[in-house]
């Protein structure tokens, strides 16, 4: 199934619905989880981008292992809210991921501030580069985007 308006994805997720919420970049892909009874998201892995093949396994896996209903997808919005080549970046992603694996519904959630919020979250607690390198910045900014569009519900 392609993409939805948040209004219409929200309408056909199930009271009881899984979500991921997805940090797509060029190197890596975060990944967070919520189901919609709890409305909580957590970090659960970070794809370490390969080739586009073995991305697709690591998330299919992903999407068995977490029975996944639906995707809501971090779209990088410029900071004067217009669309820039990383959102390009992302809708070209995702046309793939629908040609390749049986892409859930997904919809797109702004993450203009997802970044500053994990470097927040992660002042003063753990080096910053670190937690880059292992992937933990990856899955809290897919957890930041999850729980924002949950937020809104």
């Known amino acids: 199934m392609s993409r939805l308006e948040a209004q219409e994805f929200r309408k056909k997720m199930r009271n009881d619905a899984r979500l991921f919420g997805l940090d797509v970049g060029s190197k890596t892909i975060g990944v967070a989880v919520a189901n919609l009874i709890t409305g909580i998201a957590t970090p659960v892995?970070?794809?370490?981008?390969?080739?586009?093949k073995q991305d697709?396994?690591?998330?299919?896996d992903l999407i068995l292992e977490y029975n996944v209903d639906g995707f809501v997808v971090g779209y990088p919005l410029e900071t004067s809210g217009q669309e820039g080549r990383s959102c390009q970046s992302v809708?070209?992603?995702?046309?793939?991921?629908?040609?390749?694996?049986?892409?859930?519904?997904?919809?797109?959630?702004?993450e203009r501030y997802s970044t500053d919020s994990v470097d927040n979250i992660l002042d003063?607690?753990?080096?910053?580069?670190?937690?880059?390198?292992?992937?933990?910045?990856?899955?809290?900014?897919?957890q930041v985007i999850l729980?924002?569009?949950?937020?809104?519900?």
């Open 56 to 60: 697709m396994e690591s998330l299919k």
């Open 45 to 52: 892995g970070t794809i370490k981008r390969k080739k586009f």
């Open 147 to 153: 729980q924002s569009f949950l937020d809104i519900g």
């Open 124 to 142: 003063g607690y753990v080096d910053k580069r670190k937690a880059k390198n292992k992937g933990l910045t990856d899955q809290l900014a897919a």
């Open 91 to 110: 809708r070209d992603f995702m046309g793939e991921v629908e040609n390749h694996i049986e892409c859930p519904p997904y919809t797109y959630h702004d």
